[in-house]
């Protein structure tokens, strides 16, 4: 069955390092999401893209944040400058048609942030 | 703006049957979910309500009130292994955003 794959499952950075958040998409899905949820809190929607742009975005995606869909397949979080409270889990999500089609999410990637 | 309200924890017992309800307020709706969500893994997709009524799912069903902004998930015959958190999620706007509830974290019990 086709699944969502986030890379890497675990990254430790220090406070004001950059870092890219990898996520496959199930290969015929168009639409693509970012969640995250702090330990302990509610899952939280940060973005979504669809036709190579951000169709949608939440208050907590800042300038700092950026996506990108550099090639057929993946699709990429990245942080210019992580802070301490970015530490969470942050899962990427897929969907065939939005209104009507489950959003699928990958595995999860603990962004540690010391 | 949105605002979905379930209790934070349930306990139940192996072999009986357990309703966690969800109500919501929104401005926008398109459907409404039900996840699993264990224990530092991801959430996984169990049920989708968009018209009113009664959706079921081999152990699973979920009800939806659009009128009452009610919700509720039914888990029968419980497992060990159903022990878990239960997330309500909205679904509005045009790109079908998931707004989450904070979930019903469920422990079975034998």
């Known amino acids: 069955e086709p699944e969502v794959t986030q890379t890497p499952s675990h990254q430790v950075t220090q406070m004001g390092q950059e870092v890219i958040l990898r996520c496959v998409p199930i290969s015929n899905h168009l639409y693509f999401y970012w969640y995250r949820q702090i330990l302990g809190q509610k899952v939280e929607f940060l973005v979504s893209?669809?036709?190579?742009?951000?169709?949608?975005k939440s208050e907590i995606f800042d300038d700092q944040f950026s996506v990108e869909r550099p090639d057929g397949s993946n699709f990429t979080l990245k942080i210019r400058s992580t802070k301490l409270e970015d530490s969470a889990m942050y899962f990427c999500?897929?969907?065939?048609?939005?209104?009507?089609?489950?959003?699928?999410f990958g595995p999860g990637t603990r962004l540690t942030v010391l | 703006g949105q605002n979905i309200d379930q209790p934070t924890e349930m306990t139940a017992t192996e072999g009986a049957i357990v309703q966690i309800n969800c109500t919501y307020q929104t401005s926008g709706f398109n459907g409404l979910f039900w996840y699993q969500q264990h224990a530092g893994e991801a959430p996984t997709f169990l049920s989708y309500?968009?018209?009113?009524g009664l959706e079921e799912k081999g152990r699973f069903s979920s009800f939806l009130s659009r009128s009452k902004g009610y919700s509720y998930l039914l888990l029968k015959e419980l497992q060990m292994k159903d022990s878990a958190s239960y997330l309500c999620a909205l679904t509005s706007g045009g790109y079908n955003k998931l707004i989450f509830g904070a979930g019903t974290r469920l422990a079975v019990h034998p």
């Open positions: 309500n968009v018209l009113d």
């Open positions: 893209f669809y036709n190579n742009e951000i169709s949608e």
């Open positions: 999500a897929s969907s065939d048609v939005p209104g009507t089609d489950t959003q699928y």
